[in-house]
């Protein structure tokens, strides 16, 4: 098992940034991807980044390309999201989730351990 513990959420106007922080103890993080999911009021989660277990490689849903970088520090066991010109769309709890592999998975039954989730609110 690994715990994972989201952070970096809060309140930011439309065209803001901010930057979100995964960190993970238990199983050894280096050796499995990592991803980023979303869930807004009413909606199903959805998947937001991806990253392999060396951090060299990445994917992104359409509705993010461009604005959002994942990026990991296996030195530190911490997984990051830094989330650029965010847009009311955006608005959701964010959850950072471990995948069972080193190779990038994007659904959400493919990856095994989960966040509690941090709350990222975008005013217009």
């Known amino acids: 098992q690994v715990q994972l513990v989201e952070s970096g959420g809060g309140l930011v106007q439309a065209g803001g940034s901010l930057r979100l922080s995964c960190a993970a103890s238990g199983r050894t993080f280096s050796r499995y991807a990592m991803g980023w999911f979303r869930q807004a009021p009413g909606k199903e989660r959805e998947f937001v980044a991806a990253i392999n277990w060396s951090g060299d490689s990445t994917y992104y849903a359409d509705s993010v390309k461009g604005r959002f970088t994942i990026s990991r520090d296996n030195a530190k066991n911490t997984l990051y999201l830094q989330m650029n010109s965010l847009n009311a769309e955006d608005t959701a709890i964010y959850y950072c989730?471990?995948?069972?592999?080193?190779?990038?998975?994007?659904?959400?039954?493919?990856?095994?351990?989960w966040g509690q989730g941090t709350q990222v609110t975008v005013s217009s």
């Open positions: 989730a471990a995948g069972d592999g080193p190779s990038i998975v994007t659904k959400v039954p493919s990856f095994r351990n």
